[in-house]
C-alpha cells in the first residue's frame, strides 16, 4: 500500500531533550517536506527536500533540522525543544516539486513539550 | 479586523443536502489550486483540484469553481454523507504550495 509513515504518532517530551520525528515513504517520490498544523494558523511548511541531499527551509525553520540521506526517509530533528514547538507535524511526499501533483500526507504525530 | 481565533468556521449540513466551502486566496499569480479534507486524527487527503486556464472542474460528488476575477475558490459536494465531515481547506500554488485555514463541516443525520 502507498503510504507515507510517521513515528511515533504522540510524543510527550520536556524542554531542551533532543528528539527525532521519522518519515518514511514507499513511492520513489522525489519531494518530501514537513508542516506543522496550529489552531489559527493552518499548515506551515517547516523545511522541504528535492531529492536526497537537497534540503531547504520552508517558511518556519527555526528550531528545526531535517537531513535526506535516503530517498525513502526524511527524519525531523528538533536539536533542543521548546514549548512554542508544541504542535501536530505532518510530513509529506510528492513526485514532483511544489505540489504539482498530490501531495501524500502521513497521519500526523503530535508533540507536546513541556 | 484579523481573526486569531482558535475556532474554524463551521458549516453545519443535514445528511443528503448539497454543501457549499468556500474559500478566497490571496495570490493573483497562483495557478494552481487544490481542495484538502482532514478528518479528524488523520492527516490531509487530495479531494480535487484545478488549474487556473479552467472555472470548473467535476469529481466523484465534488465540483471545485474558480473565480479568478475575485480570487475564489468553492468546493460543492452533492448529497453530502455523514462520513464527508471533516475540514476542508483550500490551497493555492503561486511556486509553492500555501494552505487556508479551513471550514469545519458537520453533517447531521
Known amino acids: 500500500e502507498a503510504q507515507v509513515t510517521q513515528n511515533p504518532r504522540y510524543l510527550i517530551t520536556v524542554t531542551g531533550k533532543k528528539l527525532t520525528v521519522t518519515c518514511s515513504q514507499n513511492m520513489n517520490h522525489e519531494y518530501m517536506s514537513w508542516y506543522r498544523q496550529d489552531p489559527g494558523l493552518g499548515l506551515r511548511q517547516i523545511y522541504y527536500s528535492m531529492n536526497v541531499e537537497v534540503t531547504d527551509k520552508g517558511d518556519v525553520p527555526e528550531g528545526y533540522k531535517v537531513s535526506r540521506k535516503e530517498k525513502r526517509n526524511f527524519p525531523l530533528i528538533l536539536e533542543s525543544p521548546s514549548p512554542n514547538q508544541t504542535s501536530l507535524y505532518f510530513c509529506?511526499?510528492?513526485?514532483?516539486?511544489?505540489?504539482?501533483?498530490?501531495?501524500?500526507f502521513g497521519p500526523g504525530t503530535r508533540l507536546l513539550v513541556l | 479586523g484579523e481573526s486569531v481565533g482558535l475556532h474554524l468556521p463551521t458549516l453545519s449540513v443535514q445528511e443528503g443536502d448539497n454543501s457549499i466551502i468556500n474559500c478566497a486566496y490571496s495570490n493573483s499569480a497562483s495557478d494552481y489550486f487544490i481542495w484538502y479534507k482532514q478528518e479528524s486524527g488523520k492527516g490531509p487527503q487530495f479531494i480535487i483540484d484545478?488549474?487556473?486556464?479552467?472555472d470548473k472542474r467535476q469529481g466523484q460528488r465534488v465540483t471545485v469553481l474558480l473565480n479568478k476575477t475575485v480570487k475564489h475558490l468553492s468546493l460543492q459536494i452533492a448529497a453530502t454523507q455523514p462520513g464527508d465531515s471533516a475540514v476542508y481547506f483550500c490551497?493555492?500554488?503561486?511556486?509553492?504550495?500555501?494552505f487556508g485555514q479551513g471550514t469545519e463541516l458537520s453533517v447531521k443525520p
Open positions: 490551497a493555492e500554488v503561486p511556486g509553492k504550495l500555501i
Open positions: 509529506a511526499s510528492s513526485p514532483e516539486v511544489a505540489g504539482r501533483e498530490t501531495q501524500y
Open positions: 484545478i488549474r487556473s486556464n479552467m
